[in-house]
């Protein structure tokens, strides 16, 4: 049986799962900016730290191969648009609740 079959279902799922952690970080992020005291740094601190742990989930994945790289980036662009069609939308001109 070829390795492969298995390894890239399972990159996609760690890309899909890297995507959720970015975009479900956001989304907690920008919910979180009415209540806190310092803004700024709460957008600043909360980009940093999920581009760090997305990037370091993409190069442990992807192993040196661009191929797995191009998977996991596939399964990150889904979990975007799922992430955006299923996370609740705040009204506009409203703060997070």
């Keep these: 049986m070829n ?3 298995i390894v890239l279902p399972l990159i996609l799922l760690a890309g899909f799962g890297l995507g959720l952690f970015f975009y ?3 989304w907690f992020t920008v919910r979180a900016l009415a209540a806190a005291r310092h803004p700024a740094l709460l957008i600043v ?3 940093w730290a ?3 742990a ?3 989930g993409f190069l ?3 192993d040196r191969e661009w191929q797995r790289a191009a998977v996991c980036l596939a399964g990150f662009v ?3 648009a799922v992430c955006t069609h299923w ?3 705040l009204p506009a001109g409203k703060g997070a609740a």
Excluded: D, W, Y
């Design 24 to 26: 479900g970080g956001l």
């Design 87 to 89: 996370l609740p939308h």
């Design 78 to 80: 889904v979990a975007r």
């Design 54 to 56: 997305v990037i370091a």
């Design 60 to 62: 442990f994945v992807m």
């Design 3 to 5: 390795v492969q079959l």
């Design 45 to 47: 601190a909360s980009f």
């Design 50 to 52: 999920r581009t760090a």
